[in-house]
Every structure is written in C-alpha cells, then in structure tokens.
C-alpha cells in the first residue's frame, strides 16, 4: 500500500487493515486552506504530527472547522517525506493495553520550507502572511530554535547579520519570523497570534523576545518603519501566548515500523536528518495529551477546545506548566534518566518494575513535590501525577529511552529541582533536610558524568552544553573510596546556573556529596545506595 493521494483511493484495503482515514472532503479542504489559510505551524516534527496535527484531523472529521495546516520545516522533511507522500503520515497510538490505534492523518495541506534558497517557498509564506484570514503561526521549534546567541554568550553570526541588513533576505530563523510578521504589518497592520507549542517555561515570552530583538535593531538602524515595533507590542496587534504542551512522542520505532511493513505499507523506513533527528513517513506517541494555551487571539481562532486542548488565561498556564515541569513530570523523568543509564536500562517503562526505581519517583513525585506544588484548578495534579506514574510512563509498549531524556540536563535541573528546593527553604512548614529523593537524583547525575555504569563499563554520556565543564570537575573520579568526593565536586555543588540554588547554602550539600561519596565506592555502588537509601525511606513509613 503507498501512502500517498493514489494510494489511499483504496480506502477498503486501508480499513481493512486497520487505519482510520480522513473523513472529509481533502481535496476541499487544501483549496480551502490555500485560498484563506488560518493556521501555519512551524516545525513540523514528530510532536506536532502527533498532536496538533491530528487534533486537526479530529475536527475537520467532526466539521469543526474546514481548513487545516500548512506545515513549514526544514527541507529533508518535506523533500524526503511530505511531498512524495502528499502531505500524508501515519499516526501510530500505543496504549497501555498493548493495542495499537492506526490514524493516517490529512490536515497538512500543504508543506513549505523556510531554509536558505527556497526564496519562492519564503515568498510564499509571505503571501500567507498578508492574508486577512490568518489567525495563529505556532512553533514546535525546540528552545534552542529561539536563542539568538551561541554558547560563547555572543550573537550568532546569522543573527547579527540580519539585525544589520533587515528584513528583505534574512538567513536566521527568527530573523525570518520577524520578516514575515513584517510583511503583515505592511499589508496593514493585520492582527495574528504567535503561538510558541515549545516545552519550556513562558515560550511565548521567549518568542516575543526574540522578535522584538529583531524588530527594534530594524527600526533602530532605519530599515524598517518606525511604528513596527509598536505594531508587534501592540496586544490587540500581534500576541505571543504562554503554552504548556505535554505529549511523549518518541523517536520511530523499529517495532512500530516492522508492524507498518507487515501490513505491506511502502516507503516506511526512518531518516536522519543532518541535524541527527530521526523522521519517519509515520510517528509513534502516547494516547495522553495536554495542550494548556494563554487565550489570546486577536484576529480570532479555529475552536480547538472542541479538539480538547484547553485555553484560559496566562496565570493558569503558567500554574498547570510548573505543577509539570517541577513537580509531577519532568522531575521524574530526570531521575529515571539518570538511573536509568547507570543501571543499564534501555526503555523508560522498564525502570518501572525496579522496586526501587519505582519507589525513588514516588517519593519525589507524592511525599517531595505535592505538598509545594501549586493547584491550577483546571488539572488536578494528584491525578495528573497518578496519570503520569500508573499509566504513561509504566507503558510498555511506549519505546522512550533514558539515554534520550538525559540530555542536556544540566540546562533542566534548575527548574525540575530547584524549584522545589527554594519552597521548602521558604516552608515555615516543611524541612529541607527531609529531602532524600531530589538530592539522591543530583548525586546519582554527578555519577552518570563519570561515564561509568555500575558494572564498571564506559558508556557514552548524551549531548549536554555543559558536559566539557563539568568534566573538570568529574574525570579525576574513580570507583573507590580511598577519594575525598566533595573536594572534587565542590565548585560543581555552588553553581546556581546548574541547580538554580547553592546547594551549601540550602543545606544539601553535604547529603549530595554523602549520597555521591556511597556511588562511587565501587562496582554496584549505585545499586546499593539506591536500594539502602529507598529501605531507609520504606521504614520511616512504617
């Protein structure tokens, strides 16, 4: 079977083996779409065809709304996939149960690129953004698509040329957002919302920094009318909402590709891009989704609420993104990542049978994080953690790695732990040293920099800004105790870059240092602290 518009002409042989298909008029809707866009995403990955584009797909089957996507990317997406294919992919469900739900999914309706020497693709964008029609541009770019400075804190060359030269041929990404969002403002100074998807805190304020970093150096510099920056801080102009987005969509699968070749589907095999992403004709994600959004639209926008994603105002998503980011998700993905590599664990779910595993994500998500989380009121975090550690991460048939969500996690901890860390020393209620969790973590990542497992054996640490500076501190380490550990790691242990605290300062140090000093004591040194350490927890409940 091809996945593409011939192809699917067979709709009983798709159905036949199980896909749901597009239940609406597509050729309609892409002319539609063409004609009077309303919403352009940008970054057409993985999450975005597992979630927004299928919430998509979801109501133009309902009738909700009759126009879909259009989807820009980098240009191996759309070369190697998108355009042979149509603009079709398969959206591949794995549920606890083990069953699988099979989407082939239609609403892009069309695919640009905005890399460099695609002028009539950009001219397109263009276009579209002179329409009176246009209602959002969304981004699922990652963080680092916003930085405008490299790692020496300076401006990168791309940015720096396009705050010199405007807005006419810009090669940065941002510098490229800016410019579209000025060809809207010269088609008369039309409203849109810039709708960031990223996971990270307050990404629509990130965007709009961004943004305006360009827009003043324009006007600054005289390449630009004066009043464009007026144009993008102007909130009844142009608005740049705060998200929180919550989907695992892992790389593809193996398994999942081996079931789509079973079912004789053609062309199924994954690519890696030139930046090391891996992007398939099909994505595999979890069935939980959250898509809290600032509701702030001024041209209006399509009624995704029918599609479950929830707006309300900018306190609250802010509320909901921190009840996951430091207490009732991400934290405990930190600490299976971290042990997860240590102890030799290839797959999240796995981790979830170790006793003590499963015991270390329960204290720091029930007994460490609730008590100075924060309600939102529209999720309940109890149930949104009960969610988190009975159904989504113990998934077995979800394919999520700890060597993939260790990454870069010295840019994470200051915001999963240091959050938590500050509302205890706050807490005229609680006690910081009654931490054990959290600070086991911090050790057990001090640990995983020695690139060693407990059996002894050299691995490969994942990719991380900050690994060649922390390596001063970490390679002198060695599996003995005849090594005096917080010597070595002190320096490490005050950067509040790192930790968002100085930990000598919060008192934990010295539990950081106590909880390392036990790691590295020899071969199944991580096993045993980890195991004493939940023992001793165990015991205080009783």
Known sequence: MQLNEQGLKNRQEWEAAGYRLPQYDREAM?????????????????????????VAQNLLNKGVIDRGI???????????LNNPRDNYFILVTLKM????????????????????????????????????????????????????????????????EDLQKGWQAPVSYIGKICALLYARYQAGEKPVA????DNCSHNGTILQKAVETYAAAWCENGLVEKSFLSYIQ???????????????????????????????????????????????????????EY???????PNGRPALEAGGLIFTDAETVDKVERMKVCTCLNPLHTALSVFGCLLGYRKICEEMQDESIRRLVELIGYKEGLP?????????????????????????????TPQR?????????????????????????????????????????????????????????????????????????????????EQMIAPVLRMKEIFGVDLYETGLADKVAGYLRDMTAGVGAVRRTLDAAMNADREADK
């Not at 810039?194 to 998807?197: A, G, P, Q, T």
């Not at 060693?452 to 105790?481: C, H, Q, R, W």
Request: glycine letters at 6%; aromatic letters at 8%.
């Open 234 to 288: 102007n909130p009844e102009k142009v608005t740049f909402p705060w998200t929180m987005i919550d989907k695992i969509c892992p790389r593809p699968d193996a398994s999942v590709e081996a079931m789509l070749q079973k079912d004789c589907i053609q062309g199924t095999e994954p690519i890696i891009t030139a930046k090391k992403t891996y992007i398939a004709p099909y994505v595999n994600a979890e069935e939980s």
């Open 97 to 160: 149960d083990g069953s699988t739900e099979k989407t082939v999914v239609g609403s892009v309706a069309e695919s640009l690129t905005l890399d460099g020497g695609y002028e009539k693709e950009f001219d397109r964008l263009k276009e579209i953004f002179t329409k009176d029609s246009l209602q959002m541009a969304s981004f699922t770019i990652t963080e680092k698509g916003y930085a405008l400075r490299g790692s020496d804190g300076n401006l990168r060359s791309d940015v720096e």
């Open 30 to 54: 892409v002319t539609r779409t063409k004609e009077n866009p309303c919403w352009v995403h940008f970054g057409a990955g993985n999450l975005f065809r597992a979630f927004q584009a299928n």
């Open 405 to 485: 969500i260790v990454t870069d996690t010295s840019q994470k901890l200051a915001v999963r732990f240091g959050e938590t860390i500050r509302a205890y020393q706050k807490s005229d209620m609680l006690d910081i040293k009654s931490l054990t969790g959290i600070p086991l973590v911090l050790a057990g990542w001090l640990r995983y920099l020695m690139a060693v497992d407990d059996n002894g054996a050299s691995f490969e640490l994942s990719a991380d800004p900050m690994i060649d500076t922390l390596k001063l501190y970490t390679s002198e380490m060695e599996l003995t105790k005849q090594q005096d550990v």
């Open 291 to 297: 898509l809290v959004i600032e509701d702030a639209f």
């Open 194 to 197: 810039m709708v960031s998807m």
């Open 70 to 80: 259009i989807a820009v990317s980098g240009h191996e997406a759309m070369e190697k």
């Open 372 to 400: 100075v989380v924060v309600d939102p009121g529209i999720i309940r975090p109890e149930e949104f953690l009960d969610t988190v550690l009975k159904v989504r991460i113990p998934n077995p048939f979800m394919p999520d």
